[in-house]
């Protein structure tokens, strides 16, 4: 069934608030989670109310806290996140990033003391929709086996590029570096449905369609083999030893540790694309090359060509002007999650 976008992000908001957060954090935080709903990315957006609002509530997210420059050359920031709430650090975070570049042309920031920030374009197309080239990581828990392993070493680590376009929607690669995100299997297990096969294997290393086994000491793949492996190593390289966060391997984990704070990192670039070409010059080279993308002949069977982010912005439209879709599995929980903090559910459309 479908639900209002407005009032399933104040039913969020509201449930933060009692769970510990500041209004404004609560509302920046709901945003987030109904972006990725909006976009189709369930797995990234209010079916994780019930282990934020829990995170929060047992202290392990500090509300009222700021992303905080603690030292900076002039296109690099290094940027303590003091363990608050994802959303509003990582867009602090990319707002801190996105001003030195326009001053600069380009600037690197890493962040420490994050959580996890759900869906990455929620920086990366925020920032194009500025005008400006965004690229941002984060590293999370192991739950994602290198080439050759037999144990969870990476998380599943995402990976957010965009680019600014003059006419349509930018380019908005927003990827985690698994198959999947694994939260599509938690999501799976709620909604009592099979996962493809290819995304995962069990605690045995065998190849399964059950969420259950997986959730239960099994490992994500890579997407891409040895170089999805090789990606998402680079960015718990560049999250934790560059960055100064815990590492895959001793991050706490987010669906099960609500004793520690996770403290991941972040890594982001922002680059003015206003520094290398003239605004208008760059925009048009933009446009036409995604152009010859979308008028790429398809393939037997296949509609057409898309542009990365295309889909979700076509879902996003969709979600804005009919409700979000939500299951009744999610719905449910939700409902439950609401009454514990003394909240009450919205109905459907
Ligand atoms: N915060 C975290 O720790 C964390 C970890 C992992 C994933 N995530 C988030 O999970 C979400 C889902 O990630 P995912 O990898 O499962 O997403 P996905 O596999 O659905 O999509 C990945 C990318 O591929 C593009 N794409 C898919 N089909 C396409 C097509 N036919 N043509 C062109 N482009 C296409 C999408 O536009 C998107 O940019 C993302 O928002 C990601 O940021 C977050």
Known sequence: MRYDYDKLKDFAAQVMVKAGLERDEAEIFAENLLYADSRGMGSHGISRLINYSRRV?????????????????????????????????????????????????????????????????????????????????????????????????LGTNPLGVAVPAGRGEPFDLDMATSVVARGKVVLAQKEGRPIPQGWAVDKYGADTTDPGAVLDGGCMLPFGGAKGYAISLFIDLMCSCLGGALNCRTTPHFWTDYEHPQNVGYFLVVIDPDKFLPREQFLERVDDMLDEFRACPPAPGVERVYIPGEIEAAKRAVSLEKGIELSDAVANELRSVGESYGVDFIRPL
Do not use: W
């Not at 509530?57 to 900076?72: D, H, K």
């Not at 996105?98 to 990455?120: D, Q």
């Open 57 to 153: 509530q047992c202290g392990v997210i500090t509300p009222g806290v700021n992303a905080e420059i603690v030292s900076q050359a002039p296109s690099c920031l290094v940027i303590d996140g003091h363990n608050g709430i994802g959303a509003k650090i990582a867009r602090q975070a990319m707002d801190m990033c996105i001003e030195r570049a326009r001053e600069t042309g380009c600037c690197a920031a890493t962040v420490r003391n994050g959580n996890h920030f759900g869906a990455g374009a929620f920086y990366t197309k925020y920032a194009a929709e500025q005008g400006m080239i965004a690229f941002m990581v984060s590293n999370s828990e192991a739950a994602v086996a290198p080439i050759g392993g037999a144990k969870a070493m």
